[in-house]
C-alpha cells in the first residue's frame, strides 16, 4: 500500500486559515469515509483531531475542520495560532482493512 | 481515562527479534481494537498492524511477513514482535487504541537496533 500524498510544508500567519491536502485512490480514501487527521509536535505522540473525514473528538477545537472529494481528503486550520505549528498527518482505512497514513505536513505560523 | 504505556528492550541487535508489550488502563483490551505504528527518526508515520476484538489481526503488507500481534487479556496487555530487525527498523514505536482511527495513544518507545 503506498502512502497518501500531503504537501511537504504550509505556513501561515496567525488568524489566517490554511488547508493540507491528502490525496489517496479508490482503495482507501474514494473508498471509505473513514479518513483521520493527526496532530504531532516535536517528541510527542500523534494526537487525533479529526476521524470519519469531519467529526471532531471531545477537547479539539472547532478551528479545526476535515473535508473530502473524491479521493482526497482535506484539513483546514483556521484561526491560525502560535500552538498549531506542528506535523499533520493524514491516515485512511483501506479495502484490506489496514491503515494508511499520509506523507506528512509541516505546519509553519 | 484510557492510557496506554510501551515497554521493552531499547536496543536490539541486527537480525533479532523485537518484542514490545502495551499495557492498557481505563479500557478493557478485549472491547476494542489495538495496534501499532512506528515512526524512523525524523521521518513520518508508518503503520504497522493492528488485532481486532475479534483476535483476528491485520498487518501492514511491507512488515506482513515478519510481524505479529497478541494479546494477553489476563494482563490487560498486547504486544508486538517483529523478527528479523535491520538498522531500518530503528524507529518510536507508539502502540494505540482503534482500528479506522486512533483516539489514545501510548507516548512512544525508542528501539534503536544495532550491534
Known amino acids: 500500500q503506498s502512502a497518501l500524498t500531503q504537501p511537504a510544508s504550509v505556513s501561515g500567519s496567525p488568524g489566517q486559515s490554511i488547508t493540507i491536502s491528502c490525496a489517496g485512490a479508490s482503495s482507501d480514501i474514494g473508498f471509505y469515509n473513514s479518513v483521520s487527521w493527526y496532530q504531532q509536535h516535536p517528541g510527542k505522540a500523534p494526537k487525533l483531531m479529526i476521524y470519519e473525514v469531519t467529526d471532531r473528538p471531545s477537547g479539539v477545537s472547532n478551528r479545526f475542520s476535515g473535508s473530502m472529494s473524491g479521493n482526497t481528503a482535506s484539513l483546514t486550520i483556521s484561526g491560525l495560532q502560535a500552538e498549531d505549528e506542528a506535523d499533520y498527518y493524514c491516515a485512511s482505512y483501506t479495502t484490506t482493512r489496514t491503515r494508511v497514513f499520509g506523507t506528512g505536513t509541516k505546519v509553519t505560523v | 481515562q484510557v492510557q496506554l504505556q510501551e515497554s521493552g528492550p531499547g536496543l536490539v541487535k541486527p537480525s533479532e527479534t523485537l518484542s514490545l508489550t502495551c499495557s492498557v488502563s481505563?479500557?478493557?483490551?478485549?472491547?476494542?481494537?489495538w495496534g501499532w505504528t512506528r515512526q524512523p527518526p525524523g521521518k513520518g508515520l508508518e503503520w504497522i498492524g493492528i488485532?481486532?476484538?475479534?483476535?483476528?489481526?491485520n498487518y501492514n503488507p511491507s512488515l506482513e511477513s515478519r510481524v505479529s500481534i497478541s494479546v494477553d487479556t489476563s494482563k490487560n496487555q498486547f504486544a508486538l514482535r517483529l523478527t528479523s530487525v535491520t538498522a531500518a527498523d530503528t524507529a518510536v514505536y507508539y502502540c494505540?487504541?482503534?482500528?479506522?482511527?486512533?483516539?489514545?495513544w501510548g507516548q512512544g518507545t525508542l528501539v534503536s537496533v544495532s550491534s
Open positions: 488485532i481486532f476484538d475479534s483476535g483476528k489481526t
Open positions: 481505563g479500557d478493557s483490551i478485549s472491547n476494542s481494537n
Open positions: 494505540a487504541r482503534g482500528a479506522r482511527w486512533s483516539d489514545y
